[in-house]
Structures are given as structure tokens and as C-alpha cells.
């Protein structure tokens, strides 16, 4: 018999500690980074299709802190990626047009040219990189967060036996949370009670809530999250498994813009823009060495 695994709604009560920056439904609020500029030392070798649209155009999530989300009490969108579109569209010369998007909506939107391309904390598995490849931008290590009560660890993936793990679709780790649940109902020992939540938003809302004890993510999106939970959460484990790439996703049929924005990265890393912008977010240490896409460095 398979381990079950629990699909759950959206919960739509806002937690008042954790209630996550809104993901816009209707995706039409839209805002613009960067500026144009001609003299800019890339400016050549955007694609023409850019330079004459006057703007890239970027599907954007908004509940990732630090990496992308609504300053509080407004619609005025910041964090590390708004930061490095900035930096990029310096060395550019065109400007990205950042839309709201949810996010199931990203990969039917830039398949069917909806977008030009998405940013966010994106990792890799199969099924995406059949069809975008992932400019990467951070090199991420994994932790498990729960409520500050929580009086266990975890050490290894097999601590999580009997435990409750909340995840989402879309998510990376997903698959691994799958395979584990496996792994503890094979051996016999207690169920891994794995809940599938909607969107990240309520992922946590169901950690918050009590009905899940742990999630994965990244150290920096969890040291966010922690430091605005006025002591609400705690890491509950070392970093588990290998690093990860994260990045910014851009259609596989679209070469030209990979090699542009991969070049822009490059630039941006060399003046110390790109370390800057980590600097200020307090995540210098999961800073990329190279530039990277699909997390092998970019030819030079």
C-alpha cells in the first residue's frame, strides 16, 4: 500500500503572524524595473524583439521573502530579485516589466509566450527543464523550520518517520518528501504525514496552524520568515542533502536571452553588484562563485 498523502485547499483565514503577502489571481498589477538606455555595454546584444518592445517581460510571484514580496501594508514589490533586475537592467540597457503572476500560471504563461521569462526561487527537477532553462542566482543549502515549541530535530531525512510535513505543488523538494514517505512505510516505522498544500502561502499557514510540524525551504527564505516571526519559528535542523541552484526561469527556445542575461549576471558579479545585493539581504553566503545556468557554469 502507498503512503497517502494529504491534498489540502488553500486556507483562507489569514494568520497574524504568518499571513503571506497575496499571490495576485487575476495577474494584471504590473510595475517596471530598471530603465532604458542605449549607452548601457550590453545594449548590442539584447534581442531586437526586447529592444523595440521597450521591456522584457518578467512573471513575478509575490510571497517569496527575502526574494520577492509586497512591502508591508502596500503594493510596492522588493527583495533580492527586484535588487538584481536592477543591477541586470544596467548593464542592459532595457528594462524588465515585472506582472503579478500565480504560481501554476508561470509555466503555461512562458510556453505560450505570455512571458518572456519568470523570476523567483526556482530549483530544478525533469519535467521543468524540459522546457525552460534556469539562470541561476543563488546556491542554496536546505533546513527544516517548525513552531518554536517544537522539541525534536531533524538530522537526516529519516527523522522525519512519523512526523508531519507540510509541502506544495510545484515544489522541488516534493518529490523528495515523496520518496521518504516511501522509505519509512517500507521499513515499517511510523508514516511521514506528508500534506500537499495549493501555494506556499498556505504551506505555511498549515505549519502555523498547528496541522503540520515541519517544512523545507531555503536557509535564507527560512531566516526571513523567522526573523519577522517575533519568535514564532525556529530552524529545526542542520542543512539537509546537497545544495541547490536556484534561479530564474526563461523558455528553452529562447537561447539569445539566456546569453544576454548570463552575460549581465557575469558584469554584475565582476563590479560587485551582485555580491552587494546579497550583502543587503544578509545572504552572502549562498552567493553564486560563477555564473551559472541549470547549475553548470555559463561558457565563456
Same mark, same amino acid.
Given at each position: 500500500m502507498?503512503?497517502?498523502?494529504?491534498?489540502?485547499?488553500?486556507?483562507?483565514?489569514?494568520?497574524?503572524?504568518?499571513?503571506?503577502a497575496?499571490?495576485?489571481a487575476?495577474?494584471?498589477e504590473?510595475?517596471?524595473?530598471?530603465?532604458?538606455? +542605449?549607452?548601457a555595454?550590453?545594449?548590442?546584444?539584447?534581442?531586437?524583439?526586447?529592444?523595440?518592445a521597450?521591456a522584457?517581460s518578467v512573471?513575478?510571484?509575490?510571497?517569496?521573502?527575502?526574494?520577492?514580496?509586497?512591502?508591508?501594508?502596500?503594493?510596492?514589490?522588493?527583495?533580492v530579485n527586484?535588487?538584481?533586475?536592477?543591477?541586470?537592467?544596467?548593464?542592459?540597457g532595457?528594462?524588465?516589466?515585472?506582472?503579478?503572476?500565480?504560481?501554476?500560471?508561470?509555466?503555461?504563461?512562458?510556453?505560450?509566450?505570455?512571458f518572456?521569462?519568470?523570476?523567483?526561487?526556482?530549483?530544478?527537477?525533469?519535467?521543468r527543464?524540459?522546457?525552460?532553462?534556469?539562470?541561476?542566482?543563488?546556491h542554496?543549502?536546505?533546513?527544516?523550520?517548525?513552531?518554536?515549541?517544537?522539541a525534536?530535530?531533524?538530522?537526516?531525512?529519516?527523522?522525519?518517520?512519523?512526523?508531519?510535513?507540510?509541502?506544495?505543488?510545484?515544489d +522541488?523538494?516534493?518529490?523528495?518528501?515523496?520518496?521518504?514517505?516511501?522509505k519509512c512505510q517500507?521499513?515499517?516505522?511510523?508514516?511521514?504525514?506528508?500534506?500537499?498544500?495549493?501555494?506556499?502561502?498556505?504551506?505555511?499557514?498549515g505549519?502555523?496552524?498547528?496541522?503540520?510540524?515541519?517544512?523545507?525551504s531555503?536557509?535564507?527564505?527560512?531566516?526571513y520568515?523567522?526573523?519577522?516571526?517575533?519568535?514564532?519559528m525556529?530552524?529545526?535542523?542542520?542543512? @539537509?542533502?546537497?545544495?541547490?541552484? @536556484?534561479?530564474?526561469?526563461?523558455?528553452?527556445?529562447?537561447?539569445?536571452?539566456?546569453?544576454?542575461?548570463?552575460?549581465a549576471?557575469?558584469?554584475a558579479?565582476?563590479?560587485?553588484?551582485?555580491?552587494?545585493?546579497?550583502?543587503?539581504?544578509n545572504?552572502?553566503g549562498?552567493?553564486l562563485?560563477?555564473?551559472?545556468?541549470?547549475?553548470?557554469?555559463l561558457?565563456?
Amino acid at each position: 500500500m502507498m503512503p497517502k498523502f494529504r491534498l489540502t485547499a488553500c486556507l483562507m483565514a489569514t494568520l497574524s503572524l504568518f499571513a503571506m503577502a497575496p499571490v495576485v489571481a487575476h495577474a494584471q498589477e504590473t510595475a517596471s524595473v530598471g530603465a532604458a538606455n +542605449t549607452a548601457a555595454p550590453l545594449y548590442s546584444k539584447v534581442p531586437e524583439r526586447f529592444r523595440n518592445a521597450g521591456a522584457i517581460s518578467v512573471a513575478i510571484t509575490t510571497d517569496a521573502p527575502p526574494y520577492q514580496f509586497y512591502e508591508e501594508g502596500s503594493r510596492n514589490l522588493k527583495g533580492v530579485n527586484l535588487d538584481l533586475l536592477k543591477a541586470l537592467s544596467q548593464v542592459t540597457g532595457v528594462p524588465f516589466k515585472l506582472e503579478a503572476a500565480a504560481f501554476p500560471s508561470i509555466l503555461p504563461g512562458l510556453q505560450t509566450k505570455r512571458f518572456d521569462m519568470a523570476v523567483g526561487p526556482f530549483g530544478a527537477n525533469p519535467e521543468r527543464l524540459k522546457v525552460v532553462n534556469i539562470l541561476n542566482f543563488l546556491h542554496v543549502s536546505q533546513v527544516f523550520v517548525g513552531r518554536s515549541d517544537t522539541a525534536f530535530q531533524i538530522n537526516s531525512l529519516d527523522d522525519l518517520c512519523g512526523r508531519k510535513v507540510a509541502e506544495f505543488q510545484g515544489d +522541488t523538494n516534493l518529490a523528495t518528501m515523496k520518496t521518504q514517505a516511501e522509505k519509512c512505510q517500507a521499513a515499517g516505522r511510523p508514516e511521514l504525514a506528508l500534506s500537499v498544500y495549493k501555494d506556499n502561502a498556505a504551506q505555511w499557514q498549515g505549519l502555523f496552524s498547528g496541522r503540520d510540524e515541519v517544512l523545507i525551504s531555503s536557509a535564507a527564505f527560512i531566516q526571513y520568515r523567522i526573523s519577522t516571526s517575533k519568535g514564532a519559528m525556529k530552524v529545526v535542523s542542520p542543512g @539537509i542533502g546537497d545544495r541547490n541552484y @536556484i534561479g530564474w526561469l526563461i523558455p528553452k527556445t529562447d537561447d539569445e536571452l539566456v546569453g544576454v542575461l548570463g552575460e549581465a549576471m557575469k558584469l554584475a558579479m565582476s563590479s560587485g553588484a551582485y555580491g552587494n545585493v546579497l550583502k543587503t539581504w544578509n545572504i552572502a553566503g549562498e552567493a553564486l562563485k560563477e555564473a551559472r545556468v541549470n547549475g553548470e557554469p555559463l561558457a565563456n
